[in-house]
Nanobody, 119 residues
Framework: QVQLVESGGGLVQAGGSLRLSCAPSGSTNRIDVIGWYRQAPGKQRAMVATIGRDGNTNYADSLKGRFTISRDNAKNTIDLQMIGLKPEDTAVYYC?????????????WGQGTQVTVSS
């Protein structure tokens, strides 16, 4: 299994920036895709950005240009840099990883970190 621990959430004013980090542990060699989802109040959880084993990145169309996902190999974290934050970015942000066991992909989720953007 894979364990995921998020950090870096908080309260920020509109236009500000935040950097989230996800620290994976456990069977990290089995991770195929890792990234971030978010869930705003009253809405479904939605993909924010992911990065594959091959380094390919994928972003929600509406977030391209403001959010950047990256690996920090020194800290062994997956980071999400968010700039130009808007009140509608307020959500719980979850780290997500797909690991492969016997050819089957299994989803893993972190506990989530709250991001609140005030207007």
């Amino acid at each position: 299994q894979v364990q995921l621990v998020e950090s870096g959430g908080g309260l920020v004013q509109a236009g500000g920036s935040l950097r989230l980090s996800c620290a994976p542990s456990g069977s990290t060699n089995r991770i195929d895709v890792i990234g971030w989802y978010r869930q705003a109040p009253g809405k479904q959880r939605a993909m924010v950005a992911t990065i594959g084993r091959d380094g390919n990145t994928n972003y929600a169309d509406s977030l391209k240009g403001r959010f950047t996902i990256s690996r920090d190999n020194a800290k062994n974290t997956i980071d999400l840099q968010m700039i130009g934050l808007k009140p509608e970015d307020t959500a719980v942000y979850y780290c997500f990883a797909l690991d492969i066991r016997l050819g089957v992909r299994f989803p893993n989720w972190g506990q989530g970190t709250q991001v609140t953007v005030s207007s």
